[in-house]
């Protein structure tokens, strides 16, 4: 095949999407790459569409209306979104995990759960939902330690302590972030 006929669709608008687009487009195959959303770098090279990745119905039928061939997923949002599962049953292919494995990335707690339960080595942790709780584990642990709430933080949101002090606020603010997030998923 050597005429340039693949579509692709690159979602996402960082510094990764841009590398997985300049990739894409070096191959003989792909005759344009298109981005959703993108930014102003992405832009000045490829054409860019705005649309949120956390609509998976948007990003379907946006790739149906451009006869895209493949999408290339790159932040975890819309992976853990089901945004692969949900173009696979358009009939689109896609690069990325399924929503089922892409809970691996987007939650420390299960990640962390399942590589103990494989036997997979790995830090020793805790997961916690309870402020006594997880200060007493802290009190088990040698410095320096990390605490992360777990789910989605896009790469960032974990915190090296130095210190117990540092950590017993921090695991504070994680803890109440999410029963303030719980609360709020309840109204």
Same mark, same amino acid.
């Given at each position: 095949?050597?005429?340039?006929?693949?579509?692709?669709?690159?979602?996402?608008?960082?510094?990764?999407?841009?590398?997985?687009?300049?990739?894409?487009?070096?191959?003989?195959?792909?005759?344009?790459?298109?981005?959703?959303?993108?930014?102003?770098?992405?832009? $000045?090279?490829?054409?860019?569409?705005?649309?949120?990745?956390?609509?998976?119905?948007?990003?379907?039928?946006?790739? $149906?209306?451009?006869?895209?061939?493949?999408?290339?997923?790159?932040?975890?949002?819309?992976?853990?979104?089901?945004?692969?599962?949900?173009?696979?049953?358009?009939?689109?292919?896609?690069?990325?995990?399924?929503? =089922?494995?892409?809970?691996?990335?987007?939650?420390?707690?299960?990640? =962390?759960?399942?590589?103990?339960?494989?036997?997979?080595?790995?830090?020793?942790?805790?997961?916690?939902?309870?402020?006594?709780?997880?200060?007493?584990?802290?009190?088990?642990?040698?410095?320096?330690?990390?605490? =992360?709430?777990?789910?989605?933080?896009?790469?960032?949101?974990?915190?090296?302590?130095?210190? =117990?002090?540092?950590?017993?606020?921090?695991?504070?603010?994680?803890?109440?972030?999410?029963?303030?997030?719980?609360?709020?998923?309840?109204?």
């Amino acid at each position: 095949m050597n005429e340039k006929n693949l579509k692709i669709l690159v979602l996402g608008s960082g510094g990764r999407e841009h590398t997985l687009a300049k990739i894409c487009s070096q191959s003989p195959l792909v005759g344009e790459v298109v981005v959703a959303p993108g930014n102003g770098g992405i832009k $000045q090279e490829f054409r860019t569409h705005q649309i949120s990745i956390e609509d998976n119905t948007s990003i379907v039928k946006f790739a $149906q209306i451009e006869k895209v061939d493949l999408v290339v997923v790159g932040p975890e949002v819309p992976l853990c979104n089901g945004v692969v599962d949900a173009l696979g049953e358009a009939g689109i292919l896609a690069y990325g995990p399924d929503q =089922k494995c892409a809970r691996l990335e987007g939650s420390k707690a299960f990640s =962390k759960d399942f590589l103990a339960r494989h036997q997979i080595p790995t830090a020793q942790y805790g997961n916690f939902s309870e402020v006594a709780l997880a200060l007493a584990y802290l009190e088990t642990c040698d410095l320096p330690v990390v605490v =992360k709430a777990s789910g989605l933080a896009a790469g960032k949101g974990v915190i090296i302590c130095n210190s =117990k002090e540092e950590a017993e606020k921090e695991i504070r603010i994680c803890l109440a972030v999410t029963v303030l997030a719980r609360a709020a998923v309840r109204w």
